[in-house]
């Protein structure tokens, strides 16, 4: 679980770490992808920014099984954030004396 938390909060910040290793590279370097994945990765599609596309990118974690369904809906959709209140008080309790 820690892996994939990793894996996406490296997704998320992809062009800051991108000076210096990209995350293909990191996963590489881990054993996550083989090396020729990685080549495939980074000689196949592009974004605007020159960046591989990370969708294929998450194609193939998926297809390894190290992100599951969950995780990968988690990636294309928003992150939203839910505030759950706590009640004032518990309301009193109806304890029955005989």
Known sequence: MV???LIL???VSGPA???EA???DILTAKGVISKQEAQRLKKGAKTSTGEPDQQALIDLLRRKGVLGEEDVAQ???PV???I???PAAAP???EVTE
């Open 9 to 11: 909060a490296l997704l």
């Open 84 to 86: 759950v209140e706590r």
């Open 80 to 82: 939203t954030t839910t």
């Open 3 to 5: 892996v994939v938390f």
């Open 75 to 77: 990636l294309q959709s």
């Open 22 to 24: 990209s995350l293909i």
């Open 92 to 94: 009193p309790s109806r």
């Open 17 to 19: 770490i991108a000076q």
